[in-house]
């Protein structure tokens, strides 16, 4: 128990206080009295019993799982006293004043309970992972929310959740809370399981078994209906009904009476119940733009890191909390950027990466952006896109004769005999010889042609306390030499050579070092940008010198090769590009399982690019394609078990050489599947000049697949030949196995 007082946001004792709307704690939240009514009235559920189609209606937890993921003494605490058990919590009491409470609450915990097959389990928390979560908890923005005294208490974790459910929620929050404002914070497994044992913290075990009794379960049904719990929860398919039409609602009644007598007590401040009384009268109208925009932020929390119109921001007592790897750059290395004009800034496609993938151009930040879903914050880009507007600068591509004189003069400008830009930014994944900024090459594919032009001219107006020089101060070009020192030719000049992607020259002066990396009596894994997988590859070495590429962009084994592992130039935030040292053999990239209609139905390919189509065609894929990778694992051995979803089916991916004698030099790869329900997908295994020598054996020039029997399904015609697995998956857990094996 020694351990306990070393998790500081923990050992609060819980006392009831008003349900926490995390934005409203802000001293620069931004919104108005009845503004902040109206999102308390969103945040609380209101419009689960008070139907508006003016408020978006919040839905509460998932509790199809409850029973496996939550402690049932927690449970039914929590049901008979929410407030007492879980201080700032938004779940209303709905048994105050009954005196069957405690009746009630066991009965709806043997009901929930029974919903699922399997038990919770407390587990035990090591000593090893629980100052790394609490290092990891600070670091990555956790704080932010959960800051001693203020925010979302979580003082009530350690009777609520196991280690193992509660890892399992960090890693995927959004499963279990669809609606919540817990958000993904990209973390791997292992990750989630230090935080998690940090947060539980060491304790003894008091579990005992908990067996519902059928009894118990009919009464606790019935309840489930009479308290409308499904009003706010999923559950079975059980629908809830609306109370009470909005226009009845009235002010000093109900839930928004100091001590409600029937309806749902939320332990409101005077202050909120204030505030949603001035909302009432116009709550039927629906919001502008920017209204929405506000109220978004303020719901999840965003302007506890960014800015925007002025509300929102690090707070002194915060900052200590955001790092970078690169202070060089100042605060806007460490402090997120603003929100302000970000519909104008980002091309539409690369601000629904931000959002919903986790993309990320600032490795050097330490705070990580948070993924509420597309479900929640969808609407976000199409209303940034239409409020935020800039005059509209065109920067047209060059004509052909034209192309080599904006290319010379871009390659100029950027390198060390012009403007010097790469003294602070990485190119192309190379390091800068000094400070190590935002990666220019994206900046085709992700700033909008207006914004771009308009920054560059005056770069400390749209991001204020920035290092970056004006080298067109007032408009007027630094560099005469260049372009006959006309300022639109030079801004046209550099947009045309980003627009060339990873074609573009280095520019002089840029840092390449490289390195070899070698595998000794371990496996080794190593992570960066590679022509053969792709911006987000996974290089994996054996002993013995079999090594393959992950590319975890679209979730594809990429390549294998025997020999040495893989060459590195380092790029500067302890990834780089890397090659590897043998010849590989290429595999495809593209999307691996995907749910085809039809058997002859084409496979959905990765957009092509090239310096003369530069714009990608299809900017969601794969995620519109069901692919969500989410991390890895390594054992004992520091083998990786790639983690990903197709659809809602969860991938588990581990590949491992030299375990079969059968093989000479390959893989077995074997792939584990859990299926919310029995579905099938198919499996892109293999392409190319491919030959079937066996029902279970196919064979390209240069590799040979055996694969699980009917399964298979060969099509095409000569090099363009195509390998499908057909997987008919059932409900829960299956898996198959693939044998690779070189023929060079």
């Known amino acids: 128990m020694r351990y306990a007082a070393t998790i500081l946001l923990m050992v609060t004792i819980c006392v009831e206080a008003a349900p926490t709307v995390l934005g409203l704690q802000h001293a620069q939240h931004g919104l108005s009295e009845p503004q902040k009514g109206r999102l308390l009235f969103s945040e609380l559920r209101c419009a689960s019993c008070h139907a508006t189609e003016a408020v978006k209606q919040k ?12 402690n049932p003494d927690f449970i039914q605490r929590f049901i008979a006293s929410p407030h007492s058990v879980d201080s700032g919590t938004q779940m209303p009491d709905l048994l105050e004043g009954n005196p069957k409470r405690n009746e009630i609450a066991e009965a709806l915990t043997h009901f929930l309970v029974s919903r699922t097959e399997n038990s919770f389990i407390e587990g035990v928390v090591k000593q090893s992972e629980v100052d790394p979560g609490k290092k990891l908890f600070e670091k990555i923005g956790c704080v932010n929310c959960h800051m001693p005294g203020k925010g979302v208490q979580l003082s009530h974790l350690p009777s609520k959740y196991g280690v193992d459910s509660l890892s399992e929620f960090l890693f995927q929050p959004l499963h279990a809370r669809p609606s919540g404002r ?30 519902p009794v059928a009894a118990k379960v009919a009464a606790g049904r019935k309840y489930f209906g009479q308290l409308n719990c499904a009003s706010c929860h999923e559950l079975d398919g059980l629908k809830g009904s609306p109370s009470l039409a909005l226009e009845k609602l009235r ?10 007598k029937v309806a749902p007590h939320f332990h409101l401040s005077q202050k909120q119940r204030g505030v949603i009384n001035q909302a009432l009268p116009a709550l039927g109208d629906p919001l502008g733009d920017k209204e929405q925009i506000h109220q978004s932020l303020a719901a999840f929390n965003c302007i506890v890191c960014h800015t925007r119109d002025g509300a929102g921001g690090v707070s002194n007592a915060m900052f200590q909390y955001f790092g970078t790897d690169e202070d060089g750059l100042g605060n806007p290395a460490r402090i997120p950027p603003t929100l302000d004009g970000v519909g104008a ?55 052909r004769n034209d192309r080599r004189k904006y290319r010379d003069g871009g390659h100029l400008l950027l390198g060390d005999k012009g403007l010097n830009c790469i003294a602070c930014h990485n190119f192309n994944g190379k390091a800068s010889p000094g400070l190590k900024g935002v990666d220019l090459l994206n900046s085709f594919e992700r700033l909008q042609s207006s914004w771009f032009v308009h920054f560059m001219k005056n770069p400390q107006k749209y991001r204020p306390g920035i290092v970056m020089p004006n080298f067109w101060p007032g408009g007027d070009a630094v560099r005469k030499d260049v372009l006959e020192g006309d300022t639109d030719e030079q801004m046209r000049a550099l947009w045309y050579y980003f627009s060339l992607g990873r074609s573009a020259r280095d520019p002089s002066g840029i840092r390449s070092v490289g390195t070899d990396l070698k595998v000794a009596d371990r496996v080794r894994v190593y992570r960066g940008r590679s022509r053969i997988a792709g911006y987000r590859g996974i290089a994996v070495g054996f002993p013995g010198g079999m090594s393959y590429a992950f590319n975890a962009e679209y979730g594809s084994l990429s390549g294998l090769w025997k020999g040495d592992f893989v060459s590195v130039g380092w790029g500067g935030q302890g990834a780089g590009n890397f090659n590897p040292r043998g010849r590989p053999i290429e ?13 002859d139905d084409s496979w959905p390919l990765r957009p092509r690019m090239d310096k003369d189509n530069p714009v990608n065609p299809d900017p969601l894929y794969p995620r519109n394609r069901g692919y969500q990778f989410k991390g890895y694992r390594l054992d004992k051995n520091g083998v990786p078990t790639f983690i990903y979803q197709t659809g809602e089916v969860e991938v588990k991916d581990t590949s491992v050489a030299g375990v079969a004698k059968v093989i000479r030099d390959g893989l077995v790869r074997k792939i584990q599947f859990t299926a919310p329900k029995p579905e099938t997908v198919y499996f892109r295994a293999l392409t190319g000049k491919l030959q079937q020598r066996s029902g279970t054996e196919f064979t390209s020039d240069e590799v040979k697949l055996q694969v699980p029997e009917g399964t298979a399904l060969l099509r095409g015609e000569g090099e363009a030949r195509e390998l499908l697995l057909k997987l008919k998956l059932p409900k829960g857990k299956s898996g198959i196995q693939i044998r690779y094996e070189l023929l060079r």
């Open 182 to 211: 817990m958000p993904d914070m990209n973390l791997t497994r292992e990750e989630a399981k230090s935080i998690a044992s940090y947060l539980i913290g060491f304790k003894a075990v008091r579990l005992s078994e908990f067996k």
């Open 587 to 599: 595999l495809a990239q593209d999307v691996a399982f995907y749910r085809l209609e039809k058997e």
């Open 59 to 70: 839905k509460g937890p998932d509790l199809s799982l409850v029973g496996s993921r939550l």
């Open 251 to 260: 002010p000093d009644r109900g839930c928004l009476s100091a001590k409600p």
């Open 345 to 399: 800034k980002l091309k539409p496609e690369w601000l629904r990466k931000v959002l919903f993938d986790a993309e990320n151009v600032r490795p050097y930040m330490h705070t990580r952006m948070p993924q509420f879903g597309e479900a929640n914050l969808g609407h976000l880009p199409g209303l940034f896109e239409k409020v935020d507007q800039l005059p509209k600068v065109e920067l047209p591509e060059p004509k």
